[in-house]
Structures are given as structure tokens and as C-alpha cells.
């Protein structure tokens, strides 16, 4: 573990979220640790979600409580059986499980009507007749106090008597709201007298047509919460706002108080993390779906090779936080390497091929190399890979004219083939262009296995596949698919898609050892020296390989830690 490692798993471990915790449970204010995460089902988890899925489940297991599932589902125009489904689906994939503990806002639709029904015997909710625009005006502003709605004054019994209406279906949709009477001209806009239900005719997911009045989210939030007996209801920071009025339901209602504590949501950059904009991505046929490799869902990470393993890691690292910060996304990409390394086998992958002749090994003969799958991990064991006269190598690792620090291969150079024999190029095959499209080599039968009998010494080692025996496959590359940092800032009259990628996707041809010809998507393997790759779990077929880059080798974010460390040191001389 390196210092920063270190230094992020102490800072979990004594956040501000577990000693308010540990306060509780030593005040005995509540008798067990009871926290949920609370999806709404209107599209598929992402990367943000993550940090409240771990949080709450981690929370939940390190103080030996439980963490409930419950899906928020009080709208019912968006919300979806597929989006239930995938959700219970990337919940249990990432290793999480609820057990019996999963619940539905729905559910709780004939107490929350009741709670609403106290408040208005209470005389502090009333059913406005103001249009939605009217209730927007009144409401005033930051600087300004909002107004009264003139229905606001109603008598209890009137007001009983036009929501039991309301639920009866006698109005239109939108000519009433049932609105919480607290306070117009609070310096919280929140709690400017709040819409509690609105009529809506929409076929709900789970009651049917059962309703056609509606809670609002901050009328079923907080009260869902109270109901499943939550101990520490944790939510992202733009909800510290609403915690008053969530104070002011639970004691006007007099029901058990969840502790409710924020902290800041998880931002990365180049990272697109609002479900409405990644449905219209989904939607417009900008990307192929929700589970396209680009995208920032469980679905598409899942796909694109990333382990639970590796998004867990970077919940843990990042931690919690009173902050609103991004975080780099090459810090998503160390933590998969970081897995992986320990994880894949290695394989030899050719994704730029150019052909290369050993003029004296025989045309008719094969050689079956010994390769290692995994010099991390002993008992990953070795497989054996086929060498013959023709091979492939990639285009990048031969230069007619190399300059001084090239030390692969060249014309008179020798270099050694990955576990198998030393080669030295002899000449080369141009067309017509003058491009080079052939290399010719020759062997060095005393050096296979990779050394030479008498220790001479070759200064690149460089991977290749046997031409006769390789397995082709496509090959796609990805990059981000936003080109800003937060492809959330857009001048005026513009949308996110300005910061769209053109070459977010690339696709090649490759060429890979024929141990690969039957992958599935199971697990990421290493292609030496390019990176990590998984055949796509959509398109790849046996004999019709496609596979994902995962990730590359190159880790930018070892090396920005590398940089800020030389920095600091510089700025302490
Ligand atoms: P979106 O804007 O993408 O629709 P949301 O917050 O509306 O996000 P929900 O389904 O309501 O989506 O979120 C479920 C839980 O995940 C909530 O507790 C929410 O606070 C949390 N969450 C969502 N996005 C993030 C994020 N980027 N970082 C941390 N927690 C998040
Ligand atoms: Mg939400």
C-alpha cells in the first residue's frame, strides 16, 4: 500500500458519517444501525449511485446492522418493471445483498395518505386550488418572501372534505395540490407550504390505477424512512435544505426520527452522472444503450471489463466527504488495474499487425512454446503457445529508421520474441508506396525459451502470434466520451452533447494467440504490453471475436500521484 493508499483508508474509517454514528449507538438513541439505499427506478445505476449503495451497505455491516433495499417509486410517469429488475440485478453484482429486506415507496401509499390527513386534522395542511405557474409565482424568491395562496385559510372540515375528494378521483389532474401550511415567508423556500400530493392520472408500476393522487418525493422521502424504522437515513448534500422540512413532517406526525446526514455526491471527471441526460444519450441513438461500453451505468462498466472488486476499491478510496469535489477518473481506471494485475492471465494480442518471415525456420514446422499466465499469481499456471515461420507483430514495434532511444526492432537489430526466440531483422518487403508491409527475420534456434546459451544480451522483448494459427477478432478501443472535464458547463443555447467525443469508440482487426478462440466475457485477460481486454458480452461469438479494451496499461494516475509528489518535495527544498 503507498501513502496515498494509506492515507485514504484512514480517512473512511474515521469520517464524519461514522463518529455521528458512533455517537448514537453510545447515547443510545437508537438500538441498531439500520440504513437503506433508496433507488428510484426511472433508469440504471451508475457510478454515482455506487457510493450510496456502498456506503449504506458497508455502514450497515460494519456496525452489525441491516441495509434495506427500497425503491422510490411515488412517480409513477417515469418509473419502469425493467428498471426494478436491473437494478436488483447491478445491486447483487457489485456483491451486496439485501436479504428479505426489500421494500417499495408504493407500499407505503394508504399511510402516507393517512399521515397527510393528520396534518390537515391538525390544520396544517390545506388543498389549494392555485394552478402550478401560481403556486411558482407565490412562492417568491431568495430575497423575496412569497405570498399566501387565498385558499390557504380553508377550514379543516373543508379541507378533509376536498382530499378525500381529490383521492376520489371528482377533479382533474393539476386543479388541485394538498400543500403542508408552514411558513410563506421562510428564509427556506423549501418550507414555503410544500405540495404534498398532486392528481395524476398515471398507471403506477406497482399499484395500477389504484391512485390518482400522488405523494411528491419530500412528502414520501423522510416518512419512508420513519416507517422502515431507519436509524441514519445518509443522503448526497443538495438535501441538507430539505432536512427541515423533513424534521417538521416527522414531528408534526410524531413518528420515529431517522438521523439524517449528508455528504457529498461523487463527480468524475469526463463522467456524465445524471440519468436524464444519459437517457437521452440512450434515446437520441448517440450511444447503443444504457449498457454501451461508453457509458457510466453498472451495465456498461460491467461490459467494458470493470471487476465489483475494482468500483468497490474506488468507493472506499474516495470516502465521504462535506464537500461537493470530482474526482479523476484515471483513479477508476488505477483501481481496475490494480485488480486486474493481480487477477488476469496474460495473453499475446497483435492489434496493429504487420507480418514478419523467419527465412530460416522451415515452412512445415510448428513449435509449441511454454508461456506464463500470470507472474503475479504462481498458480495461474502455463499454457502453451504455437510458433511457425510467419508471425505477426505490431506495426509500432518495427522502425526502418529508428531513432536513438528505439530499441526494438530495425533493420540488423535483434530483439527477443516474448518466451520465445531471438530474432534479428535481415530485411523488408515494401509496396508500391514504399511502406514497409513484410518483415524478414531470422532465428536463433539456441535461444528458445527466451535466452541466449551464451548471455548475449537483446534490449526489447516484444509480444507476436503465430500468422497460421492466430484467431482474428475485432478490436474496440474506447476513450471518454466527453471531451470536457464537467460536461455539465455549456454556454447559453447549447446541451452536453457539444462535449460529445467524435473518437470515443475506435475499431480494429487483431490478431490473437489461439488460446483466446473460444473467450467469454467471464473475466479480463492482459494483452502483454497494450492492456486489458474482455470479449464483449453482446457481439462476441466464437469464431467472431469481439473484444472491449477494458482499460490500457498506461496508469495516469500513478503517475499525476508521481508528479504532485515531486512537486511537493521541490516546494519543501
Ligand atoms: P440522478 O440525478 O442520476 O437521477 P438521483 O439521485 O435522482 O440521481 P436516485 O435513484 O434517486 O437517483 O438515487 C439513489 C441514491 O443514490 C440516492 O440516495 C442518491 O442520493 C444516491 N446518488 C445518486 N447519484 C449519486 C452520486 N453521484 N453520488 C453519490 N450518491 C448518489
Ligand atoms: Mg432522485
Request: hydrophobic content about 35%.
Amino acid at each position: 500500500m503507498n501513502e496515498t493508499d494509506k492515507n485514504t483508508t484512514e480517512k473512511t474509517t474515521t469520517d464524519f458519517l461514522r463518529t455521528r454514528i458512533r455517537e448514537d449507538m453510545a447515547s443510545g438513541k437508537y438500538e441498531k444501525v439500520l440504513t437503506r439505499f433508496p433507488p428510484e427506478p426511472n433508469g440504471y445505476l451508475h457510478i454515482g449511485h455506487c457510493k450510496a449503495l456502498c456506503l449504506n451497505f458497508e455502514l450497515a455491516s460494519e456496525f452489525g446492522g441491516h441495509c434495506n433495499l427500497r425503491f422510490d417509486d411515488t412517480n409513477p410517469i417515469k418509473e419502469e418493471q425493467e428498471f426494478v429488475d436491473a437494478i436488483r440485478a447491478d445491486i447483487k453484482w457489485l456483491g451486496f445483498d439485501w436479504g428479505e429486506r426489500e421494500y417499495f415507496a408504493s407500499d407505503y401509499f394508504e399511510t402516507l395518505y393517512g399521515y397527510a390527513v393528520k396534518l390537515i386534522e391538525k390544520g396544517v395542511a390545506y388543498v389549494d386550488d392555485l394552478s402550478a405557474e401560481e403556486i411558482r409565482e407565490h412562492r417568491g424568491t431568495l430575497t423575496e418572501p412569497g405570498r399566501p395562496s387565498p385558499y390557504r385559510d380553508r377550514t379543516i372540515e373543508e379541507n378533509l372534505d376536498l382530499f378525500t375528494r381529490m383521492r376520489a378521483g371528482e377533479f382533474d389532474d393539476g386543479s388541485k395540490v394538498l400543500r403542508a401550511r408552514i411558513d410563506m415567508a421562510s428564509g427556506n423556500i423549501n418550507l414555503r407550504d410544500p405540495v404534498l400530493y398532486r392528481i395524476l392520472r398515471a398507471h403506477h408500476h406497482r399499484t395500477g390505477d389504484a391512485w390518482c393522487i400522488y405523494p411528491m418525493y419530500d412528502f414520501a422521502h423522510g416518512q419512508s424512512d420513519s416507517i422502515e424504522g431507519i436509524s441514519h437515513s445518509n443522503c448526497t448534500l443538495e438535501f441538507a435544505d430539505h432536512r427541515p422540512l423533513y424534521d417538521w413532517f416527522l414531528d408534526q406526525l410524531e413518528i420515529h426520527h431517522p438521523t439524517q446526514i449528508e455528504f457529498a455526491r461523487l463527480a468524475l471527471t469526463h463522467v456524465m452522472l445524471s440519468k436524464r441526460k444519459l437517457r437521452q444519450l440512450v434515446e437520441d441513438g448517440i450511444v447503443t444503450g444504457w449498457d454501451d461500453p461508453r457509458m457510466p451505468t453498472l451495465r456498461a462498466l460491467r461490459r467494458r471489463g470493470f471487476t465489483p472488486e475494482s468500483i468497490r476499491d474506488l468507493c472506499t478510496r474516495v470516502g465521504v466527504a462535506k464537500k461537493n469535489s470530482t474526482v479523476e477518473y484515471a483513479l477508476l481506471e488505477h483501481c481496475l488495474r490494480e485488480d486486474l494485475n493481480k487477477r488476469a492471465n496474460r495473453v499475446m494480442a497483435v492489434l496493429d499487425p504487420i507480418k514478419v518471415v523467419i527465412e530460416n525456420y522451415p515452412e512445415d514446422q510448428s513449435d509449441e512454446l511454454e508461456a506464463v499466465n500470470n507472474p503475479e499469481d504462481e498458480s495461474a499456471g502455463t499454457r502453451t503457445v504455437p510458433f511457425s515461420r510467419e508471425l505477426y507483430i505490431e506495426r509500432s514495434d518495427f522502425m526502418e529508421d529508428p531513432p536513438k532511444k528505439f530499441y526494438r526492432l530495425s533493420p540488423g537489430r535483434e530483439v527477443r520474441l516474448r518466451y520465445a526466440y531471438f530474432v534479428t531483422c535481415t530485411d523488408v518487403v515494401k509496396n508500391d508506396a514504399g511502406e514497409v508491409v513484410e518483415i524478414r527475420c531470422t532465428y536463433d534456434p539456441e535461444t528458445r525459451g527466451g535466452n541466449a546459451p551464451d548471455n548475449r544480451k537483446v534490449k526489447a522483448t516484444i509480444h507476436w502470434v503465430s500468422a497460421k494459427h492466430a484467431v482474428d477478432a475485432e478490436i474496440r478501443l474506447y476513450e471518454q466520451l466527453f471531451t470536457a472535464e464537467n460536461p455539465n458547463i455549456v454556454p447559453d443555447g447549447k446541451d452536453f452533447t457539444m462535449h460529445l467525443n467524435p473518437e470515443s469508440l475506435t475499431v480494429t482487426n487483431a490478431k490473437l494467440e489461439p488460446s483466446l478462440a473460444n473467450a467469454t466475457a467471464d473475466f479480463p485477460v492482459q494483452f502483454e504490453r497494450t492492456g486489458y481486454f474482455i470479449p464483449d458480452s453482446v457481439d462476441s461469438k466464437p469464431g467472431a471475436l469481439v473484444f472491449n479494451r477494458s482499460v490500457s496499461l498506461r496508469d495516469s494516475w500513478a503517475r499525476m500521484q508521481k508528479q504532485q509528489a515531486q512537486q511537493g518535495q521541490k516546494a519543501k527544498a
